[in-house]
């Protein structure tokens, strides 16, 4: 589907995107209020940390960060049946937004594997870059048969999305596009799915039985639909948001996840809240007594540079290392001091980055463009300052991370084990389409900034 104003009736996809995050964003501080309470510490820090490094403002007013940091938001849903996914890549797509990725979390223990939807074209990211990690359930990794088999059968009899909403997809989808009024009327529709239900589809011993297999499988089968369990502002000092936490009444998790803290920030860092004990009914629930489920939960980013695929493979290295230390998992004592100093391997000034090929840059023209630079070097460009190297954003996401915040989220003490099983075409025929490979288009950004700059200073263009 076009992400383009097909014609002047049409609503942007851009637009569309932003009226559902908002929409989902103010749902979920009804349904959640300590989130409220957390996009008001993010807001708080975001703006003593641009305070307190005016180059980093300067930076990211440059790039058009600035506009995009307080919208910023990520969510992540659950879903059970190829259906369900397949029917949410057409859903997205109303909103621009596509699958960017494939991660494997059964190797740490989760039985689902994911993607995430977002806007993968550089203006669409900047107007907002809203996306939604996107998992779906791996009932093969359910070992008993019969367990499995139920599963299946109460994940086959509810539809998580309503009859108006699906209309409206393939209205979208035929007409290239939705009007003002249609465009409203598909938010209120996709919230639904988002929803959270406090009845749950099944008995107490279901949910018990299924929650023993796995906390996360419950979570997935036991509902109504795939409530979002979290939305996740972006941050510009994790560790401070951190700190604050427990001054305003949230239950920060033990550390954060990703790399350690440094001057020039890489990839993706996470914390959360814990998640919350909410009340919920069996089908067999009699009177006021009620169970409890627990799922949802507060989590903050902070994103850095994108890095290349000898950027990645160094970042997994060293994080590798971490990890095998004497079982040193995130919950290790000394973990952070580990990490810190496994990571002293990782340069950490951006000139570095770039000239080693870790990390990727877009580049930009400072003041007017002249040709007379013809035949000159891109580095010695660079350091006359009449060339820019801002680094580009990674909008992706970790899977070990994301593991990490769903066991910590997840209670119960249980590490559950899963052989080492990716199972990419699997989970993209259930997609009913091919992931994008994120690397490859942060590749291609770097090469369309360059070929740009290029070209307008007359140099070669493989400069």
Same mark, same amino acid.
């Given at each position: ?26 749902? %979920? ?34 790039? !058009? @960060? ?8 990520? !969510? ?12 949410? +890549? +057409? ?65 086959? +009899? ?10 409206? /997809? ?36 279901? %949910? ?6 796995? +906390? ?21 000092? /994790? ?58 939960? !507060?989590?903050? #980013?902070?994103? !850095? ?57 877009? %580049? ?22 009449? &060339?820019?190297? #801002?680094?580009?954003?990674? @909008? ?17 003490? @249980? ?19 091919? &992931? ?16 740009? &700059?290029? @070209? ?8």
């Amino acid at each position: 589907m076009s992400h383009t104003q097909p014609h002047s009736g049409f609503v942007s996809s851009n637009d569309i995107r932003t009226r559902f995050s908002r929409a989902m964003s103010d749902m %979920y501080r009804k349904e959640v209020p300590q989130y409220g309470t957390l996009v008001e510490l993010v807001a708080d820090i975001n703006a003593q940390a641009l305070q307190a490094d005016p180059a980093l403002h300067a930076q990211l007013s440059r790039t !058009g @960060e600035l506009e995009r940091l307080d919208v910023e938001r990520h !969510g992540a849903i659950r879903v059970g049946t190829a259906q369900e996914l397949s029917t949410l +890549r +057409r859903l997205f797509a109303v909103m621009g937004m596509e699958a960017v990725g494939y991660y494997d979390l059964s190797v740490a223990g989760v039985p689902v594997h994911s993607t995430a939807f977002r806007p993968v074209k550089d203006e669409d990211l900047l107007a907002n870059p809203f996306r939604v990690f996107t998992s779906l359930l791996r009932l093969e990794l359910i070992q008993d048969p019969a367990l499995r088999a139920q599963a299946q059968e109460i994940l086959a +009899r509810r539809n998580i999305f309503t009859p108006r909403l699906l209309e409206l /997809i393939a209205q979208a989808e035929r007409d290239g596009g939705l009007n003002d009024a249609d465009a409203d009327s598909f938010v209120q529709e996709a919230l639904e799915t988002f929803r959270w239900h406090s009845e749950a589809t099944v008995d107490a011993a279901t %949910y018990t039985a299924l929650q023993q297999a796995h +906390r996360l499988i419950a979570d997935v089968v036991c509902f109504k639909g795939p409530h979002i369990n979290h939305l996740t502002p972006r941050t510009l000092d /994790i560790d401070a948001a951190q700190a604050g936490m427990p001054a305003r009444g949230m239950d920060a998790k033990d550390v954060v996840e990703g790399p350690p803290r440094r001057n020039c920030p890489i990839l993706l860092r996470q914390t959360s809240f814990k998640a919350l004990k909410e009340s919920i009914r069996f089908t067999d629930t009699q009177g006021n007594a009620l169970g409890a489920h627990t799922a949802r939960f !507060g989590e903050i #980013e902070q994103r !850095g540079v994108a890095l290349t695929r000898k950027g990645r493979a160094l970042y997994d290295t060293l994080l590798a290392q971490v990890r095998s230390m004497d079982n040193a998992g995130s919950a290790a004592s000394d973990y952070t001091e580990r990490l810190q100093a496994a990571f002293a391997q990782f340069p950490d000034d951006h000139t570095t980055l770039r000239q080693l090929g870790l990390a990727f840059y877009r %580049y930009s023209i400072s003041g007017p463009a002249s040709n007379n630079h013809a035949g000159a070097d891109l580095e010695t460009l660079i350091a006359q300052g009449v &060339v820019q190297a #801002e680094p580009i954003t990674y @909008e992706d996401f970790l899977p070990v991370s994301a593991a990490g915040i769903f066991q910590s989220n997840l209670g119960g003490d @249980e590490q559950k084990h899963y052989q080492a099983n990716a199972a990419q075409q699997a989970f993209e025929a259930a997609l009913g389409g091919s &992931v994008h490979d994120e690397i490859a288009l942060y590749e291609a950004a770097q090469q369309r900034s360059l070929h740009k &700059v290029c @070209e307008a200073l007359g140099l070669a263009v493989n400069a």
